[in-house]
Nanobody, 125 residues
Framework: QVQLAESGGGLAQTGGSLRLSCVTSGRTFGSYVMGWFRQAPGKERKFIAGINLSDDNTYYGDSVKGRFTISADNARKKVYLQMDNLKPDDTAVYYC??????????????????WGQGTQVTVSS
């Protein structure tokens, strides 16, 4: 069993930055893939980024390429999402996700087994 807990959400202005953190507990961290999804009001959950903890390969959704960066600290069992040049359309609840099967590029939310409780990010114009 894996538990995920996000932090770092809050309010930012357009063009600003926020850094989300996700701390994990439970099974072996290094063998998993981790990622981030977000869900805006009235919309479906959307893939943001994924990382393979074995080799640090990453993959990003088109809407955040060049603005967001996913990274991991295996020693601290943490995953981060650095969000720069924020836009009002980035406003959403952000979820940390994990999966043992290795598909860090999978953009289908039903394929990710473990989810955190989410953290709200609001970007003002």
């Amino acid at each position: 069993q894996v538990q995920l807990a996000e932090s770092g959400g809050g309010l930012a202005q357009t063009g600003g930055s926020l850094r989300l953190s996700c701390v994990t507990s439970g099974r072996t961290f290094g063998s998993y893939v981790m990622g981030w999804f977000r869900q805006a009001p009235g919309k479906e959950r959307k893939f943001i980024a994924g990382i393979n903890l074995s080799d640090d390969n990453t993959y990003y959704g088109d809407s955040v390429k060049g603005r967001f960066t996913i990274s991991a600290d295996n020693a601290r069992k943490k995953v981060y999402l650095q969000m720069d040049n924020l836009k009002p359309d980035d406003t959403a609840v952000y979820y940390c996700v994990g999966d043992p099967r290795g598909y860090f590029y999978n953009q289908d939310p039903v394929e990710w087994i473990y989810w955190g409780q989410g953290t709200q990010v609001t970007v003002s114009s």
